[in-house]
């Protein structure tokens, strides 16, 4: 059983910079893919990024594209979201997720762990 915790939402000013950690515990695979969704009020879950665990290329929403990006540090079994520029529409509850071994999925049903969110406010 895998579980996940997310950590560093808050509130912050359009313009400004939040880091959101994941800390992973229990087995992982290197073919495993963990990902970031968000889901604001009123509105379904939406994809913000993915990362193979072991290796690979990140992949992100055309939405935060030049502004988030995706990592992970195998030592401290954490995979971050570093989110830059922050918009008022980024405002959501952030969610760090595990799929195994199905490539770099995008759709939440393809994902089998879930953290519990963390909430990110950005004022305008």
């Known amino acids: 059983q895998v579980q996940l915790v997310e950590s560093g939402g808050g509130l912050v000013q359009a313009g400004g910079s939040l880091r959101l950690s994941c800390v992973v515990s229990?087995?992982?695979?290197?073919?495993?893919?963990m990902g970031w969704f968000r889901q604001a009020p009123g509105k379904e879950r939406e994809f913000v990024a993915a990362?193979?665990?072991?290796?690979?290329?990140?992949y992100l929403a055309d939405s935060v594209k030049g502004r988030f990006t995706i990592s992970r540090n195998h030592a401290k079994n954490t995979v971050y979201l570093q989110m830059n520029r922050l918009e008022p529409e980024d405002t959501a509850v952030y969610y760090c997720?595990?799929?195994?071994?199905?490539?770099?999925?995008?759709?939440?049903?393809?994902?089998?762990?879930w953290g519990q969110g963390t909430q990110v406010t950005v004022s305008s």
């Open positions: 229990g087995r992982t695979f290197s073919s495993d893919a």
């Open positions: 990362i193979r665990w072991s290796a690979g290329s990140p």
């Open positions: 997720a595990l799929a195994r071994g199905v490539g770099i999925p995008t759709t939440p049903k393809t994902y089998n762990s």
